[in-house]
């Protein structure tokens, strides 16, 4: 007899425990309160315009463990074009000159050099702290797993890694750029202007980020969100997973210290062996559980980690092309505003021109995203919030039309996803996206799949790790079934 898993939400994380479970023997079934797969990972249309959601960069895109869980789950496959931006962001200055970090280290250290020459030396530091960073091994086994071997490999392997873990694990983003010195006033100031956009960010995560890209393993698929989940969806089905949309669970079912089931919105009871939460975290912990199984460390973990701001998304179709020199500009323009948001640091706007499964001949998808309060948005509704979405379009256009003239007269649809949305299809706390900001105080943490007097009950998603993001999601859910396999006696299986 197969047990019988459940697995509230249809995310990436959700899709990822899915696939396992079946490889690896289980009667899983996916609980999905949306009619569709994919949760954050998402793409619309509109009067014939593809508008992404999620996906900028995928960790994985090449090699590594990463790579491992995108292959297995059919992520990404064969006919998976990746795409390998040259830089990783390219920031607009107020006086409108750009300053360019590229994805390339090498590069983007001669960048720095010429820009600043009297810098030499802290640039060469930074640059080879990323190149240390480089050494860092990921484990591809969950820490329960681990051995003494483990430990000792990854130790010799990553070990000037390691080292700066040490160092700057604590530091944040806007510290470390002030303690490596640097003398050139518009140099200093450019680096902070990508510290204030992140506020405590760890310094850690920058430097890994600029790591996977220089590696070029963090590249885009291009089709962007929406095939990326569907194929996982179409991998779930075709190992016979059963997808539920349209099944809000509202109530995790337990029997003394034990987790047997859930219970829909429309009152429909589901048994199970087991359960496993891959939605939302406050939701589970605080919602279908009643609060009853929060451990201490979810607690303070909701109580002091900082969360990832909700954003909101302007997509415009463009009924022209429209040239870029880079993909995505960061516009520096703190203290502007969009609606009746005031711009901690500015906001992006990324040009889908090198997706041509997304932009169409003779046409031109962009999108523009700016950080919003949740206090801005969590009373609005009705007319008020209809007149905040009709602003913020015309704020944006205007915005848009200054960056790039030519679009004037040529925006054909104007589409506006607020952090109200992401919460409406997703049930996301408070519009985190990412879940936990990674922070110079959270960097090293991260919460159990487990939860301490809940047993038969698992937990997987971007919750789990500080900065969440598609990898962590998806391989929270081939952990854990490492662990029930374990439990179960089998042998854990990937294909
Ligand atoms: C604009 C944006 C850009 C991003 N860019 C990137 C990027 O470039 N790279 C990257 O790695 N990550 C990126 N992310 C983050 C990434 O999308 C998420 O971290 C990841 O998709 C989270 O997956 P998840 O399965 O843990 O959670 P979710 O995607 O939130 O999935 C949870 C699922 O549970 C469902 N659900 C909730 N409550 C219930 C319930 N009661 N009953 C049934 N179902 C329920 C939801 O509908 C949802 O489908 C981005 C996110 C956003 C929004």
Redesign the pocket.
Known sequence: MQKKVII???????LSSGIYGQLNGYNTEI????SL?????TAWKREGYTFD???????GSSFGPFHDIWKETGALDEQTKIWDPDTYVTMRMPDGDDFIIYADIDRWEQYLVDLAPEDGKPIAKMCNHMRKMSTMQLFDKPSAHRNVLDYARFMVKSGPAIRLFMKYGKTSLGAYFKNLGFKNDLLKEQLQGIAVSMEDFSAIVFLFTLVWFSQRNAGYPLGGSMPFTMRMAERYRSLGGVFSGK????KIITDGKRAVGVRLADGTLKYADYVIG???LH?LMYD?LDGKYITPKIEKAFAEWPLFKP?V?VSFGINCTIESEFHTYQVIASGESIGSTTLAAGYGVSNYNHDPEITAEGKCVMKM?FESPYELWESLDGDAYRAEKEKIASDAIEKLENLYPAVKGSIEVVDVATPLT?IR????WRGA???FLPTSKNMTKTLSSTVKGLDHFYL????LSPG????P?AQSGKWLFQLITKRDKKKFRVF
């Open positions: 509230i939400g249809g995310g990436v994380a959700g609980l999905e309160m949306h797969p994919g949760g954050q990972c959601y999620c996906i900028h960069w995928l960790v099944s809000r669970v509202e891959a939605c939302d939701a279908m954003i998304q995203l992401d299809y997703t049930g996301v996206y990412e879940g997987a998603g971007q919750w969440g993001g598609l990898p999601s």
